[in-house]
């Protein structure tokens, strides 16, 4: 298994681009969210998602949108980019059994630097 | 509304000192998840351990130590003759049952183990 992947690694944009963070696992996870992660604040959750047609908002959803097509993807979307969107962005997902414990595996971040 | 705080920001040890990083939560629900995970230099997010809420016994896993109590609400982690190696961030998260299990984090503790 490949785990939770993330596409791309690295992204500069200029302030008003679009752009799509990619998020796909293999592990037939239900559940899976999007956080970014900002110095001296934690992880912030933005979106998240329990299961495929299913999204809902996070503590700071503004400026992003998310689908859930299929079980195995998560895009997030920055529809007009602004300096304050530069962050570490991670996609997490977990399985809903009482074996998995609700226990979120992590992908390895996409950092975004919006100029 | 759920809540984490770590308040301790950075902590500095020196090798073979113990250490002890503070998580306090908040949370209305009975039914619940507390999480620990640990983001060395390199960038990932690893997990650490998981109690749910039910389970207030504490747990020892090599120089790993948690120690869960629902009367102070804390779940603090102690890490006992600290190596180098164990130079990261520290995060505290809880999922809990209302709200779909969606997991909120703390701001992290920062930890220096000094050679």
């Known amino acids: 298994n490949a785990g939770v992947t993330q596409t791309p690694k690295f992204q500069v944009l200029k302030t008003g681009q679009s752009m799509t963070l990619q998020c796909a696992q293999d592990m037939n996870h239900e559940y899976m969210s999007w956080y970014r992660q900002d110095p001296g604040m934690g992880l912030r959750l933005i979106h998240y998602s329990v299961g495929a047609g299913i999204t809902d908002q996070g503590e700071v959803p503004n400026g992003y949108n998310v689908s859930r097509s299929t079980t195995e993807d998560f895009p997030l979307r920055l529809l007009s980019a602004a300096p304050s969107q530069t962050s570490v962005y991670f996609c997490?997902?977990?399985?809903?059994?009482?074996?998995?414990?609700?226990?979120?595996?992590f992908g390895p971040g996409t950092r975004l630097l919006v100029l | 509304a759920q809540k984490v705080t770590q308040a301790q920001t950075e902590i500095s040890v020196v090798e073979k000192e113990d250490v002890t990083l503070d998580c306090v939560y908040e949370t209305r629900d009975t039914t619940y998840y507390l999480f620990w995970y640990k983001q060395p230099p390199s960038g990932e997010l690893v997990f650490l351990i998981r109690?749910?809420?039910?389970?207030?016994q504490n747990e020892i896993s090599g120089r790993y130590s948690w120690n869960f109590q629902k009367s102070t609400s804390s779940f603090n982690f102690t890490i006992t003759a600290s190596q180098v190696v164990d130079s990261a961030v520290y995060f505290c998260a809880l999922s809990e049952a209302n709200g779909g299990f969606k997991t909120i984090f703390g701001a992290g503790t920062r930890l220096f183990v000094k050679a």
């Open positions: 109690r749910n809420s039910f389970d207030e």
């Open positions: 997490a997902s977990r399985g809903e059994d009482r074996l998995s414990s609700r226990t979120q595996y």
